[in-house]
């Protein structure tokens, strides 16, 4: 090997080198992904998707016709994270809804805690086959919840079951568990 390829060919340590900076970019490219990119996509796979029951085009609302021949009861779960000083309840254990009424109901939150804390509010819908026709035309699971000590709201939750819903699905139990978003 020539004395020229030597020069040309780089060291153990500059090799090292490059590929510590490539590696370091490939994680700060994944830390922006997952901390920037990933909540609006997956809110806007949410949105189109129906998931957990979040979506709803006003015009789609708009033309939704009751069907009062039957009834589907919509039962109510929640919960909070351990590390989450909120007392977090709901309104009614349950309402019976005809499919294509919009409904209104309300939560209730309290922070126990004396200062300022930030939840969210994780839903979860069952059976897995009804999410797909239980939509939130309004939630506040939407959007993180912030309160201050002691501080306490009421909020609300509209909705409505898509008509298109199969006979089979009588009840549906949509659930919420609140998490502390100050901790990691």
């Not at 789609?60 to 039957?70: G, I, L, M, Q």
């Not at 109510?76 to 989450?84: G, K, P, Q, S, W």
């Not at 839903?123 to 993180?144: D, G, H, R, V, W």
Request: glycine share 6%; with cysteine; net charge neutral.
């Amino acid at each position: 090997m020539s004395e020229a390829q030597k020069k040309a060919e780089p060291t153990t340590a500059e090799s090292n080198r490059r590929l510590l900076v490539r590696l370091g970019l490939v994680v700060v490219g994944m830390f922006v992904f997952a901390v920037f990119l990933m909540p609006p996509i997956y809110d806007a796979f949410c949105e189109l998707t129906g998931l957990n029951g979040k979506g709803s085009n006003k015009a789609a609302v708009a033309s939704v016709r009751e069907d009062d021949s039957r009834t589907v009861n919509v039962e109510f779960l929640v919960d909070t994270d351990a590390a989450l000083p909120w007392e977090f309840r709901k309104g009614e254990p349950a309402v019976s809804v005809h499919p294509g009424v919009i409904t209104k109901t309300m939560f209730y939150v309290k922070n126990l805690d004396g200062k300022a804390v930030t939840g969210r509010a994780i839903p979860s819908i069952s059976p897995n086959e009804a999410a797909k026709y239980l939509k939130k035309t309004e939630c506040f699971c939407f959007q993180e919840q912030r309160l201050d000590g002691g501080e306490e709201k009421e909020m609300p939750m509209i909705f409505y079951v898509d008509p298109a819903i199969p006979k089979h699905i009588t009840t549906i139990t949509l659930s919420y568990k609140f998490y502390n978003m100050n901790k990691p």
